[in-house]
């Protein structure tokens, strides 16, 4: 498969080293006793003995998985829920650990998103700037970028929102205001998980055209997207991941077509969906134990 | 195991020949990729942590903005909380238990401890939740981990400044002069930040292994809160007490949240002297402060690459 990526990238610098990867999740609280006291006791007294009576489950979210992936690339991370997409990802920027093998990164990968450092109950403008900083842009780059964040999320079409609690916006403002602030930096690795659904038509398309410049600014792009369509637009190499298992990996219309094909066999019988490795991407992950 | 073991793979797809294990490292080394997610070395760490020193200040500015912004007064509640709290105290020590025999000055005495150790208090209350807290914070984003420890103590000192505002208030109504010993209060906050932001990391590494701390930390500081002298002066218990073996009082004396509430009391009211300070006091309070600053640090450094994972 090595030829068809190379085909497309003139510098040959990998950007992230993938090898044989496997991420396993530990659920506390599943299983018999669910959560109740005294599950919790019995875990507690005997320890590893019987963490699967107890009710710790493993689940192998994604195995066995090796690519290289290079400077100038977009690539797109295809698969049925829960395959592990949004895991390997994760495991890319560096915030899951690896079972078994080695992710290597040039550059530091960063996720697209700044959700979790915003709070509903300031302004917008206050909102711009904490995400800024708290995606490690300077206070002047902030402040640069500030207006240009807030016309892109265009926010302020229709009066002047962005003095107001980010409480007060409708979802999909809020939508527009958190990707307009995570797309203001332009990062070495660009991890992107869905984000293009976020607002109307029109923003849909301003956010793929910035996602483009991103994409030129980035070393490389990781796109995961159930929509075939963004895949085709955005990305030239694809991964297919199925329970966990890289199953194909090679230019965007070869692996779409298989895929296709696969999912679309696999309508008339009920396909059994993996649902526990679908979780790890909701905060309700592991605690550590 | 898992689910996704029970039904097997369909083999319909060609899977590609993964490139063996030794060119991977071979070609991670040769084009200098670093590990992701490993752990940087403290002189790093420190630099890191130093150039999001912008972050975490704005954090700690965003939580104590936003914390009383649903309320109808406002940032109002940032100096009528502690005045109410203290008040609480007055009546049930002051009045009730009649504690400030023997105490001049008893009001601004006690208001000046009930301040000093909530600023302790509570920074170690949000240094426990630091890291469990704000997992999705710590999945989403990279920045160091310590941010977020110092960044709940600064939080705590800003609310704490606010309250001195209002303890000012109280000590010239209570008629304690203005003098210039007022100026140490300066470095024996700063002293008491290091302390309470180095025990609040070593609180954040273990909250984030056992969130169950969390519920157990309250007790504790309940406890440490009565062996203080928020509301007592110990250097007159001591010396009604005479029948105490003697390393009750040295005890009483070393310790931290003590030595703290005494230097702020020595600082601001006239009637508090040297003579009831701690023998050694500056010195026991840098002690403190370097201890659980530096170790705290370390200590929450060494596994930073854990925080948020598993």
């Known amino acids: ?85 949004s895991t390997l990802l994760k495991a890319v920027a560096g915030l899951l650990p690896v079972e078994n093998g080695r992710i290597y990164t040039g550059g530091q990968p960063s996720l697209l998103g700044v959700n979790a450092a915003l709070m509903n109950d300031l302004t917008g403008e206050r909102n711009v700037h904490l995400g800024g900083l708290a995606m490690g842009m300077s206070r002047e780059q902030v402040k640069e970028r500030y207006q240009e964040i807030v016309d892109f999320s265009g926010i302020n079409e229709k009066g002047d929102f962005i003095t107001l609690p980010m409480r007060t916006y409708s979802s999909g403002m809020a939508a527009r205001l958190r990707f307009s602030i995570a797309a203001a930096k332009d990062h070495d690795v660009l991890l992107i998980d869905e984000a293009l659904a976020t607002g109307d038509r029109k923003f849909q398309k301003r956010s793929e055209e910035r996602i483009r410049e991103l994409r030129k600014e980035a070393g490389t ?59 790890p991407a909701e905060p309700t992950v592991a605690q550590p134990s | 195991m898992s689910q996704v073991l029970d039904t097997p793979p369909l083999k319909t797809a060609p899977t590609p020949a993964a490139p063996a294990d030794d060119d991977l490292v ?9 590990v992701s997610g490993a752990r940087p070395s403290l002189p790093q760490y420190v630099r890191q942590l130093w150039a999001r020193r912008h972050f975490i200040a704005a954090f700690s500015t965003a939580k104590l903005t936003a914390q009383y912004s649903q309320a109808k007064l406002g940032q109002v509640w940032q100096v009528m909380t502690p005045l109410l709290n203290a008040a609480v105290y007055y009546l049930i020590f002051g009045v009730l238990l009649q504690t400030k025999k023997g105490v001049p000055d008893y009001v601004p005495f006690l208001v000046t401890g009930v301040f000093i150790w909530t600023f302790t208090q509570s920074s170690i209350l949000a240094g426990t939740r630091a890291i469990s807290g704000n997992l999705g914070l710590v999945r989403a984003l990279h920045f160091p ?116 509430i005494d230097l702020m009391r020595f600082a601001l009211i006239d009637s508090f002297h040297a003579s009831q300070l701690p023998p050694h006091v500056w010195a026991l309070a840098t002690g403190w402060a370097l201890l659980a600053g530096v170790g705290g640090f370390i200590y929450f450094w060494k596994a930073e690459e854990t925080y948020g994972r598993g």
């Open chain 1, 221 to 279: 792009v990781f796109l995961v997207s159930h929509s075939n369509k963004s895949i085709r637009d955005t990305c030239d190499r694809v991964l297919w991941l199925e329970r966990g298992e890289l199953r194909m990996d090679g230019p965007t219309e070869d692996v779409m077509k298989e895929y296709e094909a696969f999912t679309g066999d696999a309508k008339p019988k009920p396909k059994p969906k993996p649902k526990a490795a679908a979780k």
């Open chain 2, 26 to 34: 071979a070609l991670a080394a040769r084009h200098g990729l670093s």
């Open chain 1, 1 to 85: 498969m090595a030829e068809h990526t190379n085909g497309n990238t003139p510098d040959l610098t990998p950007t992230v080293i993938a090898d044989h990867v496997d991420i396993v999740y530990r659920v506390n609280g599943t299983g018999a006793g669910r959560g109740s006291a005294t599950a919790a006791l019995n875990r507690i007294l005997r320890r590893k003995k019987a963490e699967k009576a107890a009710g710790v489950r493993t689940v192998h979210a994604v195995r066995d998985v090796s690519f290289v992936a290079y400077k100038g690339e977009a690539i797109g991370l295809i698969g049925t829920n829960g395959s592990g997409k």
């Open chain 2, 145 to 260: 981990r310590a941010a977020l420890p110092i960044s709940f103590c600064l939080q705590q000192l800003q609310q704490l400044l606010f309250s001195m505002a209002a303890l000012v208030v109280i000590l010239l109504f209570f008629g304690v002069p203005v003098a210039v010993s007022w100026v140490l209060a300066i470095p024996a906050l700063v002293l008491q930040f290091t302390f309470n932001a180095g025990v609040s990391m070593i609180l954040a590494r273990l909250g984030a292994k056992t969130p169950d701390l969390a519920q157990l930390m309250p007790f504790v500081l309940r406890t440490w809160m009565y062996a203080s002298g928020v509301m007592f002066s110990i250097d007159h218990i001591l010396s009604r007490h005479t029948d105490l073996p003697s390393w009750v009082g040295t005890v009483l004396q070393a310790n931290p949240a003590a030595v703290y």
